[in-house]
Nanobody
Framework: QLQLVESGGGLVQPGGSLRLSCAASGFTLDYYTIGWFRQAPGKEREGVSCIISSDGSTYYADSVKGRFTISRDNAKNTVYLQMNSLKPEDTAVYYC?????????????????WGQGTQVTVSS
């Protein structure tokens, strides 16, 4: 069974940091492009970042550029999203997804596998 499990979410104050993890089971994660997405209440899902399987290239939404960093640890079969300088507007459920695409996707329709999501809340 192919599964992705997100972890690391929680409550943090504005300006704080969190590191999200996306752990894969049932497949080798580095064969796939991994994307991070988020969905806030009342809003559509949006792309946050991705790391391309073929060459390790990374991409970021303008809203998080300079604050978030995506990385891969092949030995642990895990992809991370380091989130710094968090803002209230970053509050959302964050999902990771795996696919065979080699480009950035704003909404993730091309991805094949999705995790269950982890809640990130940025509030004083």
């Amino acid at each position: 069974q192919l599964q992705l499990v997100e972890s690391g979410g929680g409550l943090v104050q504005p300006g704080g940091s969190l590191r999200l993890s996306c752990a894969a089971s049932g497949f080798t994660l580095d064969y796939y492009t991994i994307g991070w997405f988020r969905q806030a209440p009342g809003k559509e899902r949006e792309g946050v970042s991705c790391i391309i399987s073929s060459d390790g290239s990374t991409y970021y939404a303008d809203s998080v550029k300079g604050r978030f960093t995506i990385s891969r640890d092949n030995a642990k079969n895990t992809v991370y999203l380091q989130m710094n300088s968090l803002k209230p507007e970053d509050t959302a459920v964050y999902y990771c997804a795996a696919g065979t695409i080699s480009y950035y996707s704003d909404y993730g329709h091309e991805y094949d596998y999705w995790g269950q999501g982890t809640q990130v809340t940025v509030s004083s």
